[in-house]
């Protein structure tokens, strides 16, 4: 049973690029979340997907947006990126329903701006 | 809206020896509760939860924590750590409004002495 992919594992951009990250939630999860995790601090929520659409967001300007496909997978698209945006972000996939709070994360994409 | 305070940054303990992480959390509303683990260059991994029913819950590799509403917290405790511990270990909260976002507290470094 394969976990929550995510891809690439590094990348390196230069401010003002726009990068594209990708997520493949764990075998029968239909809901995606994704968090910033800047140096030495707690994941933070950027927002979520369920049924191709954007459930709840955090506080993350416009520059960061998603998209959920058919098949659950999910990615994160960051426009004219800062340096302050240099963090890992992971993925978190669940299932929505009953008693299905727990999710599991993916191992990250680092992303350094320079 | 929820926050979670992690009131250690760091926690240096000998092989063998017990250890306690502490967590408090604020929210308006009830919660349900999360212990993560992340070990170096690494996704995050859940250690237990608690949902309701019994306060003290069990993990794995030996981790179990309290609720306590009265006093707001979340301990994690463990009697007896290895040097396989040695990680991150995140406090985090979520609402039982069914969005499965999850707030994060700062961390705390376990370190694990000989």
């Known amino acids: 049973d394969a976990g929550v992919t995510q891809s690439p594992t590094h990348l390196i951009k230069t401010r003002g690029q726009q990068v594209t990250l990708r997520c493949s939630p764990k075998s029968g999860h239909d809901t995606v979340s994704w968090y910033q995790q800047a140096l030495g601090q707690g994941p933070q929520f950027i927002f979520q997907?369920?049924?191709?659409?954007?459930?709840q967001r955090g506080n993350f300007p416009d520059r960061f947006s998603g998209h959920q496909f058919p098949n659950y997978s999910s990615e994160l698209n960051v426009n004219a990126l800062l340096l302050g945006d240099s963090a890992l972000y992971l993925c978190a996939s669940s299932l929505q329903g009953a008693g299905a709070y727990e999710q599991y994360f993916g191992p990250g994409t680092r992303l350094t701006v320079t | 809206a929820q926050s979670v305070t992690q009131l250690d940054s760091q926690v240096p303990v000998f092989e063998e020896a017990p250890v306690e992480l502490r967590c408090n959390y604020s929210?308006?509303?009830?919660?349900?509760l999360f212990w993560y683990v992340q070990y170096p260059n690494q996704g995050l991994q859940l250690l237990l939860k608690y949902l309701s029913g019994s306060t003290l819950v069990k993990g794995i590799n030996g981790f179990e924590a309290e609720f306590n509403k009265s006093q707001t917290s979340f301990h994690l405790r463990k009697p007896s750590v290895h040097i396989s511990d040695t990680a991150e270990y995140f406090c985090?909260?979520?609402?039982?409004?069914?969005?499965?976002?999850?707030?994060f507290g700062q961390g705390t470094r376990l370190t694990i002495n000989p």
């Open positions: 929210s308006s509303v009830s919660v349900y």
């Open positions: 985090a909260v979520s609402d039982y409004q069914g969005a499965q976002k999850l707030v």
């Open positions: 997907y369920y049924e191709e659409e954007e459930r």
